[in-house]
Nanobody, 129 residues
Framework: QRQLVESGGGLVQPGGSLRLSCAAS????????IGWFRQAPGKEREGVSCFNSNDGITYYSDSVKGRFTISRDNAKNTIYLQMNSLKPEDTAVYYCVANPPFVMTTPQPICVPRLWDYWGQGTQVTVSS
């Protein structure tokens, strides 16, 4: 059974940092597309960062560009999201995702929820003083 399990969420002050982890089991993340989404109360789920292993392109939403970094450690079969300079508007439940590589006949955004097969259960991040 393929599973993703997030950890590392919590309460942090504005300007602080957190690193989210997402451990995969039941499959190997090597060569998979990976990503992070988030959902704040009363808002739609939005793509934070997505990486397509097929073309090596990484997407970041404008709201996190320059502050967040997605990465993976294949030896640990784990995805990470390093979040710096956190703001109250970053408060949300964060979900990691994985999918076989996207092969696009025409360029299109991949950081949309409906495209992703495997989801973690989510971890809460709260940015508040």
């Amino acid at each position: 059974q393929r599973q993703l399990v997030e950890s590392g969420g919590g309460l942090v002050q504005p300007g602080g940092s957190l690193r989210l982890s997402c451990a995969a089991s039941g499959f190997t993340l090597d060569h998979y597309a990976i990503g992070w989404f988030r959902q704040a109360p009363g808002k739609e789920r939005e793509g934070v960062s997505c990486f397509n292993s097929n073309d090596g392109i990484t997407y970041y939403s404008d709201s996190v560009k320059g502050r967040f970094t997605i990465s993976r450690d294949n030896a640990k079969n784990t995805i990470y999201l390093q979040m710096n300079s956190l703001k109250p508007e970053d408060t949300a439940v964060y979900y990691c995702v994985a999918n076989p590589p996207f092969v696009m006949t025409t360029p299109q955004p991949i950081c949309v929820p409906r495209l992703w097969d495997y989801w973690g259960q989510g971890t809460q991040v709260t940015v508040s003083s």
